[in-house]
């Protein structure tokens, strides 16, 4: 039996444009809201207390919104240290306001020779340090996490 080759030919144009849509690339991850971010830092072993949000630490209007104020302890670091996370909407909103954030920190970090800050696009976590390096990896790699950046 004999088919013919323009039916053939059709049913196969219609199974490789099917194999073309499997073979797309996943749209990219968005980043965890405040309550993911807390999440990933917690299966890290850091407990997350005192939360205030719109607390940016300075007066700059410009980051109230994106800023969460926290207090922050596990692996190395025994006790509660306070945190700014600034969350930013996107990259373009990071970008524009970064060097805010590290000026804004002036107003509360009180010996700029151990300020600490960790970057995973869109966002930004700061504070006084030195961080034992226990919790400043738990911290960047929940970060890093939550931002949706693969490993």
Same mark, same amino acid.
């Given at each position: ?11 196969c144009?219609?199974a ?9 690339t ?5 980043p965890a809201?405040?309550?993911g971010?807390?999440s ?5 072993g ?9 607390d940016s ?6 980051l109230?919104?994106? +800023? %969460?104020?926290?207090? &922050? /302890?596990g692996?190395d ?7 700014? !996370?600034?969350?930013f909407?996107?990259?373009a909103?990071?970008?524009k306001l970064?060097? +805010? %954030?590290?000026?804004? &920190? /002036? ?10 800050? !960790? ?7 700061v504070?006084?340090g030195p961080?034992? +390096?226990?919790?400043k990896? &738990?911290?960047?790699?929940a ?9």
């Amino acid at each position: 039996m004999r088919i013919p080759a323009l039916p053939l030919l059709a049913v196969c144009a219609m199974a490789l444009a099917g194999c073309r849509g499997l073979a797309s690339t996943p749209p990219p991850p968005t980043p965890a809201d405040f309550a993911g971010v807390v999440s990933y830092l917690g299966g890290r072993g850091i407990g997350v207390e005192d939360v205030r949000t719109g607390d940016s630490g300075c007066s700059d209007p410009d980051l109230t919104g994106p +800023a %969460v104020s926290l207090q &922050a /302890r596990g692996l190395d670091q025994p006790t509660s240290i306070p945190l700014h !996370l600034y969350m930013f909407r996107n990259t373009a909103s990071y970008q524009k306001l970064r060097a +805010a %954030v590290d000026a804004c &920190a /002036r107003a509360y970090v009180t010996d700029a020779t151990t300020y600490e800050s !960790l970057d995973a696009v869109p966002f930004v976590l700061v504070g006084q340090g030195p961080w034992p +390096a226990s919790f400043k990896g &738990a911290l960047q790699a929940a970060l890093t996490e939550a931002a949706g950046v693969p490993r």
